[in-house]
C-alpha cells in the first residue's frame, strides 16, 4: 500500500459495537496488529489519532444508519452522508461557494448533487483539520482545490454521498465491517 492509497471502512450503523469499537475493529483490519488496547487521543484544535499509531491516518463519519472510517498513511477527510429531502438551491445560494450554487441550479438541484458537494466540501475540511470556523463558501469543489488536494467519490450504499480528501488519491478500497 503506498502513502496515497485509503481504505473505507463502512458499517451498519448500531449493530451492538459502539463507534468506539467498530474504529478499534477497523484499525486493527488495516494495521493487522490488534488494536482491542489502542488509545485514541482527541485534542482540541486538532484531528484525533491513535497515540500508539500516529502513523495510521484516519477520518470518521456517521449518517442515517451508516458508520465509516477512512484509513491511510497519509493526512485524509472523509465524509458520508445519507440524502435527505431539503430545499437544496436555498441551502447552496446561502452556504456554498457561487459557482456550486449555479452547478445545482444548472442541475436541477436533486439531493444526490447536493449531497455530492456537501461531502466534498465537508471531506476537504476534515482533511484541513479547518472545520466550518471559516464557513463553507470561501472554496469551491468544482475548481482545484487550495494547496492541490485531491476528491474521490466512492460508491456506497443507495441514497447515501461518500467522498475522500487526501494530497493525492490512489487506489480506495471499500471494505464492509
Not at 502513502?3 to 477497523?26: N, Y
Not at 449555479?102 to 476537504?124: C, I, N, P
Request: proline content about 5%; overall charge neutral.
Amino acid at each position: 500500500m503506498s502513502s496515497d492509497d485509503f481504505t473505507v471502512f463502512l458499517s451498519p450503523d448500531g449493530d451492538g459495537l459502539s463507534r468506539d469499537s467498530l474504529l478499534r475493529t477497523a484499525a486493527a483490519r488495516f494495521t493487522g496488529r490488534d488494536a482491542s488496547r489502542w488509545t485514541c487521543v482527541r485534542e482540541e484544535g486538532k484531528k484525533p489519532r491513535f497515540s500508539q499509531a500516529p502513523e495510521v491516518c484516519f477520518s470518521v463519519s456517521h449518517s442515517g444508519g451508516y458508520w465509516a472510517c477512512a484509513f491511510g498513511h497519509a493526512p485524509v477527510g472523509f465524509d458520508l452522508q445519507r440524502w435527505e429531502p431539503c430545499r437544496t438551491a436555498a441551502l447552496a445560494r446561502r452556504f456554498f461557494h457561487p459557482g456550486e450554487a449555479v452547478w445545482l441550479e444548472e442541475r436541477g438541484g436533486s439531493e444526490a448533487d447536493f449531497f455530492f458537494l456537501w461531502t466534498a466540501k465537508e471531506s476537504y475540511l476534515k482533511y484541513t483539520g479547518d472545520g466550518m470556523v471559516k464557513g463553507l463558501d470561501w472554496f469551491n469543489v468544482l475548481a482545484p482545490l487550495p494547496g492541490g488536494a485531491q476528491l474521490r467519490h466512492i460508491s456506497g450504499p443507495d441514497g447515501y454521498s461518500l467522498c475522500l480528501c487526501a494530497a493525492s488519491v490512489g487506489r480506495v478500497s471499500v471494505v464492509r465491517l
